[in-house]
């Protein structure tokens, strides 16, 4: 929680509220904009992760937000 969200060209996303757990797969609660999003937290997806700035910089497929 509390991460930013940027993408591979360092655009912002969101900001993840959430992280849900099931089964499958986790889920990442991301708020871009107003709305909120569900992002499955795929680990192939995820460029890079910067703990000391909270960012996490993702490869999500087109059409997911």
């Known amino acids: 929680q509390g991460y930013q969200i940027v993408d591979q060209n360092e655009k912002n996303i969101g900001e ?4 849900q757990h099931n089964p499958l ?4 609660v991301i708020r871009p ?3 909120e999003a569900l992002v499955p937290y795929v680990e192939e997806w ?4 910067d703990d000391e700035k909270k960012v ?9 937000i």
């Open 33 to 35: 904009g107003e709305d």
């Open 25 to 28: 797969m986790q889920f990442l």
């Open 16 to 19: 993840v509220k959430e992280v």
């Open 46 to 49: 995820v460029v890079e992760q």
């Open 56 to 64: 996490l910089k993702m490869e999500l497929p087109e059409g997911l």
